[in-house]
Every structure is written in structure tokens, then in C-alpha cells.
């Protein structure tokens, strides 16, 4: 592996045009570096996207839009932080996880896998989310995906099943919240589902 240090030490760490890191990195546009972050192989951090503190982007992981990687915390695989996401402290983000949106990822997390986190979703602590199961909280109902299931609220169905129920079947669950959440709940089925 090897990262390169950038030392962008001009007084706002402002990058004026694409440098390239020694193993393939690179940084581009308007996007900045503190003096102490690490950019390595063919990792690219593009946009307004900030990268600070001891923070590490590397292998073939992007940063880009408005994201900002700080403290301590590494991203890496083939990873996306994209959006106004914030994957900040000792949080690391592998595999091929996408992290957008307002999304924040923090603490001692670990995103890994081919998990998504995305929305207004908040990962912290010792959190844990990979492949499956893989649980997202702060919508109208909390859901957890398996391998096989979507369980929303206190309703548990197989993939297919979710998709194949009619509005009356949606209405009979819980009335017509759940029919208002059921567009996106198919949504969120589309975007962590590979169906068989």
C-alpha cells in the first residue's frame, strides 16, 4: 500500500486543480485537505468534499459533493461517501459501502460490506452494519433486512412478498401511515436487495 501524505499547507487547504498521489490517488477541484490526511492508491476525493484530521482515504474508495472524512477515520474498499454525508472520529467505512446523503457515521462505527447508509441516518457508538442484517432507524418505522426478510415495524415478509402486496393488504397493517411509507419502503428494497 502506498499512501501519500499531502501537505496542502496554502492557508485554507484549498486544492486549485487535481493532484495526484504517488500510488494513483488524487484530489480535485474545490476540494480540500488539512495537512495531516492521507490519500492513497486509486482513492479520489473530488468536489467541496473536505478530508481533516489523521483521516485515511485509500484503495479505490471515493469522497466526493459536499462529504467531509475528519478525525480518525478511514475509508477504504471501494467504499462511497458522497452527499453532505460526515464519517468522522475513529468510524471506518470498507467493502463496498455507500455512505450519502445527510448520513453521518461516527464514534467507533464500522459501515462495511455492501451496506448503504444514506437518508438523515445516524451510525455511532460501536455500531456495527454490514451486508445483513443491516437495521435503519429515524423513519416512520424501524427496519431491519436479512437475508431473506424485510421486517418494518412489528411486519416481517420475504422480499417478494413485500412487493407483491396490494394497497388494500398495505392498509390492513396499519392504516394509512403504512400505505404513505410503502413507496418507500419498495425503495429501500430496491436500493439493499439483490433478489434472486
Not at 23 to 51: F, H
Not at 103 to 128: C, K, M, P, Q, T
Request: hydrophobic share 40%; charged share 20%.
Amino acid at each position: 500500500m502506498a499512501d501519500t501524505v499531502f501537505d496542502f499547507n496554502d492557508g485554507n487547504g484549498e486544492v486549485p486543480a487535481i493532484k495526484w498521489a504517488n500510488g494513483g490517488g488524487w484530489i480535485a477541484c474545490t476540494a480540500k485537505a488539512d495537512d495531516t490526511v492521507y490519500i492513497g492508491e486509486n482513492a479520489q476525493v473530488s468536489g467541496d468534499a473536505w478530508v481533516s484530521g489523521d483521516a485515511l482515504v485509500s484503495g479505490n474508495a471515493w469522497v466526493s459533493g459536499d462529504a467531509w472524512v475528519s478525525g480518525n477515520a478511514r475509508v477504504s474498499g471501494n467504499a462511497r461517501v458522497s452527499g453532505d454525508a460526515l464519517v468522522s472520529g475513529n468510524a471506518r467505512v470498507s467493502g463496498d459501502a455507500l455512505v450519502s446523503g445527510n448520513a453521518r457515521v461516527y464514534g467507533d462505527a464500522l459501515v462495511s460490506g455492501d451496506a448503504r447508509v444514506y437518508g438523515n441516518a445516524r451510525v455511532y457508538g460501536d455500531a456495527l452494519v454490514q451486508k445483513t442484517p443491516i437495521h435503519i432507524i429515524g423513519l416512520e418505522y424501524s427496519i431491519t433486512i436479512t437475508e431473506t426478510h424485510l421486517f418494518a415495524g412489528c411486519q416481517g415478509h420475504k422480499f417478494k412478498q413485500w412487493r407483491d402486496f396490494s394497497n388494500e393488504d398495505i392498509l390492513r397493517m396499519d392504516g394509512k401511515k403504512a400505505l404513505k411509507f410503502y413507496p418507500k419502503l419498495i425503495s429501500i428494497i430496491d436500493l439493499f436487495v439483490k433478489e434472486k
